[in-house]
């Protein structure tokens, strides 16, 4: 059973393109959803936190569909720098502290 | 600004042995965590810490490991008889107020262990 689902990738785009990655997660209790991004042998590191009303962070954006059990990421005017596994990350429970990753797209921006 | 620290950065054992792995949480975090990820895997959670107590383990977390936190700043990973399949990154991580609704933990850079 896929807890978190992400497609896998690779999206190879172009400098200056947008992206969207989506993913959906099993568990519809599930309380806090986050991005994280991961470059090759690295730790995640945080992207942010995704809020019911949808947020945004410079030229990332990202979305929550409950109804749906759905979230999404959005980024604009790609960088190479931009070029990492992102990860969506789910917090199953209140009760519960433990994050359940999903196993990442990967994006490759290309010059 | 503030981060998780992991010694070592790269550990080589053989198989049976034991091994510790060292964290150093951010100072004002209330939370501990470990995570593993093996080579080519997604990340998956071991066990979270509170209040000098495990407060959440995973089926992966089972005899064979232990956490502790010696003093008021390292936070520890014991794998005792190691496996060939333990080989992987172990990650630490930390999170802050335990009224927080947010979730939101902070990896260290993680260790790599590999059982030969």
């Known amino acids: 059973r896929k807890e978190v689902e992400q497609d896998p990738g690779p999206f190879n785009v172009p400098e200056g393109a947008t992206v969207a990655f989506n993913c959906t997660y099993s568990?519809?209790?599930?309380?806090?959803f986050f991005w994280y991004r991961q470059d090759c042998r690295k730790e995640p590191k945080l992207l942010m936190s995704v809020y019911s009303s949808g947020n945004e962070d410079g030229r990332f954006t990202a979305q929550l569909n409950r109804a749906s059990q759905y979230i999404s990421l959005l980024i604009r005017d790609s960088k190479l720098s931009d070029s990492a596994t992102y990860l969506c990350?789910?917090?199953?429970?209140?009760?519960?502290?433990?994050?359940?990753f999903g196993s990442g797209t990967r994006l490759q921006v290309q010059p | 600004e503030p981060e998780v620290t992991q010694t070592p950065s790269h550990q080589v054992t053989q198989m049976g042995q034991e091994v510790i792995l060292r964290c150093v949480p951010i100072s004002n975090h209330l939370y501990f965590y470990w995570y593993r990820q093996i080579l080519g895997q997604k990340v998956e959670f071991l066990v979270s810490?509170?209040?000098?107590?495990?407060?959440?383990k995973s089926e992966i977390f089972d005899d064979q490991f232990s956490v502790e936190r010696p003093d008021g700043s390292n936070f520890t990973l014991k794998i005792r008889s190691t496996k060939l399949e333990d080989s992987a990154m172990y990650f630490c991580?930390?999170?802050?107020?335990?009224?927080?609704?947010?979730?939101?933990?902070?990896f260290g850079p993680g260790t790599r262990l590999t059982v030969l």
């Open positions: 568990n519809s209790a599930s309380q806090s």
């Open positions: 990350v789910v917090n199953e429970d209140t009760g519960r502290r433990a994050l359940t």
């Open positions: 991580a930390s999170s802050g107020l335990a009224s927080s609704s947010y979730n939101e933990q902070f």
């Open positions: 810490f509170y209040n000098n107590e495990i407060s959440e």
